[in-house]
């Protein structure tokens, strides 16, 4: 795929650059592998020739899949970097317990996944795909003038989870003049406060019961597993929208469909579900006030190269046994 070849491009004018006598991808007589997704299957068919070589992986959307079983069988393995942020398809402890290094990719994916929840923001407030719907409609002939959505300007937004992709998001809001709240594990500077113009709410309740639209931005932990349920979207206003661009998980689907068939809040919107792709005759795929997008956070071309690139610095930071950009612990 152009994503491997992508990648092999980056590695092999990195690594051949510099007078440090640095491993080279190549399948034939390689001194080591970085072990791509096209390249997993032929490690599968010859396991005892190639597992000695791999020190490095490349996950691109969880593939391939990091068990004991390949861990065990690659005793020279360094480091996995990772195709994105979130790191919940991954056993980090198991990994480090075999010394090996992991690697995400924040940089590169917080401005696109900033673009998908304003995005989605936008979408939901002003009902464009019903919209989009009525117009392509056979039988239209003008838009019902009760036909309404939200205003955005002046409205109120909660994002939980201010890392640097909801950072952007507030940068993003700021310019629509939305009033912003925010609520995250560690308080953001002063400054960095007063440049988007938002207010740090301690206690997650407060911001909930305040907010006219309400973004998830948070990693899936066990800790924010199901952090959005019954309880939290009852102290929701009923006017207000729920944007998830996380991870499916860290929302109360079943809670969800129930507040959205009663009343409890207006609308939802979201990137992530759990499962993905969720079965086709899920309910929330029937509801009017739902917009689903098929996990598109990340998904541009500026996005997926940089991530790439993201990925190569942080693999050959570890090969050459210098610090990694964007390491993750496994605490």
């Known amino acids: 795929c152009n994503m491997v070849r992508l990648l092999e491009g980056m590695v092999k004018r990195s690594f051949s650059t510099g ?51 390949l861990l065990q069988s690659l005793p020279n393995l360094k480091v996995i970097a990772n195709s994105g942020v979130g790191m919940d398809h991954l056993d980090l402890k198991l990994v480090a317990s075999f010394g090996v290094k992991m690697a995400n990719a924040p940089r590169a994916v917080s401005s696109s996944t900033a673009d998908t929840g304003m995005a989605l923001l936008l979408a939901s407030a002003r009902r464009l795909v ?10 239209m002939e003008y838009s019902e003038a009760d036909f309404l959505g939200v205003e955005v300007t002046g409205a109120t937004l909660g994002i939980i989870g201010m890392g640097s992709i909801g950072y952007k998001i507030a940068l993003r809001a700021k310019a629509f003049e939305m009033n912003i709240l925010y609520h995250n594990r560690t ?52 006017t207000a929208t729920l944007i998830n661009i996380s991870r499916g998980a860290v929302v109360d689907q079943e809670a969800l469909v129930t507040a959205l ?35 598109l956070g990340i998904k541009t ?18 090969l050459n046994g210098l610090p990694i950009p964007s390491e993750v612990l496994p605490s």
């Open 130 to 139: 019903e919209g989009y719907h009525i117009a392509m409609s056979s039988g």
């Open 19 to 69: 007078s440090v006598d640095r491993p080279r991808v190549r399948h034939s007589d390689a001194n080591s592998e970085i072990l791509l997704t096209r390249q997993h299957q032929e490690f599968l068919e010859d396991r005892k020739r190639m597992s000695k070589k791999v020190q490095a992986i490349y996950l691109w959307w969880h593939k391939p899949v990091i068990d004991q079983e």
């Open 261 to 295: 068939q009663t009343g409890v809040i207006r609308a939802a919107a979201l990137d992530v579900t759990h499962p993905e792709p969720l079965p086709r005759d899920h309910t929330l795929l029937k509801l009017k006030n739902v917009i689903i997008t098929p996990h």
């Open 187 to 238: 308080r953001r500077k002063e400054q960095e406060e007063q440049a988007v113009g938002t207010t740090y709410c301690e206690k997650i309740d407060g911001l909930l019961q305040r907010a006219d639209f309400v973004m998830v931005v948070v990693s899936l932990t066990p800790q924010t597993h199901k952090l959005i349920g019954k309880r939290e979207m009852e102290l929701m206003k009923p």
């Open 301 to 318: 071309d500026k996005a997926t190269y940089m991530i790439t690139e993201e990925a190569v610095e942080n693999i050959l930071a570890a």
